[in-house]
T-cell receptor, first 113, second 113 residues
Framework: NAGVTQTPKFRILKIGQSMTLQCTQD?????MYWYRQDPGMGLKLIYY???????DKGEVPNGYNVSRSTTEDFPLRLELAAPSQTSVYFC????????????FGSGTRLTVV | QKEVEQDPGPLSVPEGAIVSLNCTYS??????FMWYRQYSRKGPELLMY????GNKEDGRFTAQVDKSSKYISLFIRDSQPSDSATYLC?????????????FGQGTTLQVKP
């Protein structure tokens, strides 16, 4: 009964490096989301997916990319990391279009130096 | 103007107090309303959701929605130190199939023994 699993939990990147944040869910949810959370700023939507093979941009997509080849996995790719991408990243999933809320992962804390 | 406004606090109360947490919003199309609780360095967890106006009760928690005032509230009765966390409101409109939620910035609550 894992729910939404995110890896890694922590990561330090140097400016210009790239990495992939992994997210997998075992609840057969069609809808998946990536948010970032900055202190005092709430949660901002980066990308979302309504099903395998379908992705779309959220509020703050610049500097990120996603793919959704399976229902279970929704990785987030950071290319050319910048200090502005220092944040806590949360992946979430929902069985329907968010009417009854999301299940969140435990987050990835990323620092870009 | 942000779509969802939430006082960040912090809010400090003694154990046993009744706590009132609030959000205002500007988009009259919002129909689904949720409250999440987030402990430090953890992912948000869904507390309650409501549809349209009215009240919903679950144990010590009561959620209220006043669509005419564009105002939602979460009440916590007999507050406990274990309720110390950040509380995030979230909402979405009644149409569309993306499931995107708009979050408030969160209110930090501390319940002192």
């Amino acid at each position: 009964n894992a729910g939404v699993t995110q890896t890694p939990k922590f990561r330090i990147l140097k400016i210009g490096q790239s990495m992939t944040l992994q997210c997998t869910q075992d609840m057969n949810h069609n809808y998946m989301y990536w948010y970032r959370q900055d202190p005092g700023m709430g949660l901002k939507l980066i990308y979302y997916s309504v099903g395998a093979g379908i992705t779309d941009k959220g509020e703050v997509p610049n500097g990120y990319n996603v793919s959704r080849s399976t229902t279970e996995d929704f990785p987030l790719r950071l290319e050319l990391a910048a200090p502005s991408q220092t944040s806590v990243y949360f992946c979430a999933s929902s069985p329907q279009a968010g009417q009854y809320g999301y299940t969140f992962g435990s987050g990835t804390r990323l620092t870009v130096v | 103007q942000k779509e969802v406004e939430q006082d960040p606090g912090p809010l400090s109360v003694p154990e046993g107090a009744i706590v009132s947490l609030n959000c205002t919003y500007s988009n009259s199309a919002f129909q689904y309303f949720m409250w999440y609780r987030q402990y430090s360095r953890k992912g948000p967890e869904l507390l309650m959701y409501t549809y349209s106006s009215g009240n919903k009760e679950d144990g010590r928690f009561t959620a209220q929605v006043d669509k005419s005032s564009k105002y939602i509230s979460l009440f916590i009765r007999d507050s406990q130190p274990s309720d110390s966390a950040t509380y995030l409101c979230a909402m979405r409109d009644g149409s569309g199939n993306t499931g995107k939620l708009i979050f408030g910035q969160g209110t930090t609550l501390q319940v002192k023994p």
